[in-house]
């Protein structure tokens, strides 16, 4: 079975999170999810480098994610194949990106997130930022 490292960004700005929309791809289980904007670690890539690439790549976003800034990490099996997932916290200082590879997008506080289709990978980290978001 296929198994895949990926890095993903929780990128904040103003108390809003944001969400990225797939396109149709091969696996219909992802296609047309919401997501954490990120990818594949290349090989000899750091977490953080890759996360840092793929940012620049698919959103034109230049920032600097630290290994401390980890939030999350999932694992989760897809029916063909498995994916390690690490998820950084990016708070930006700019709301500005362009939206080269997905199909939509939107800024929503913590607690809206549900009301979106999320991958199912991305499951647990969506509800641990709704879960943290929740007054004491
Ligand atoms: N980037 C990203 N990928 C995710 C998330 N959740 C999730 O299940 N995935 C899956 C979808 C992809 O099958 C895999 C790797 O992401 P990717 O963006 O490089 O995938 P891709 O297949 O579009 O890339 P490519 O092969 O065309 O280069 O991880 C997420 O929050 N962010």
């Known amino acids: 079975m296929k198994q895949l490292e990926v890095v993903a960004a ?6 809003n999170i944001l969400c990225m929309q797939r396109g149709k791809g091969k696996y219909p289980y992802v296609s047309f999810k ?20 793929e940012l620049r790549e698919e959103m034109n976003i230049h920032t600097t994610i630290k290994e401390s800034d980890l939030y999350m990490t ?5 029916p063909d194949f498995a994916i390690t997932m690490h998820a950084f916290y990016c708070p930006l ?3 500005e990106f362009i ?11 913590p ?3 549900p009301s979106l289709d ?4 991305d499951q647990p980290i969506m509800e641990k930022l709704v879960f943290e978001s929740k007054p004491d």
Not at 39 to 50: C, F, L, T
Not at 99 to 109: D, V
């Open 99 to 109: 939206r080269k590879e997905h199909i939509a997008s939107c800024w929503l506080p």
């Open 118 to 121: 999320w991958a199912a990978a």
């Open 10 to 15: 929780i990128l904040t700005y103003n108390g």
């Open 34 to 53: 919401y997501e954490f904007p990120g990818g594949k670690i290349e090989p000899g890539e750091s977490r953080h480098a890759a996360l840092e690439r």
């Open 74 to 78: 999932v694992h989760h099996q897809y």
């Open 111 to 113: 607690q809206e997130l």
């Open 93 to 95: 200082s700019s709301p």
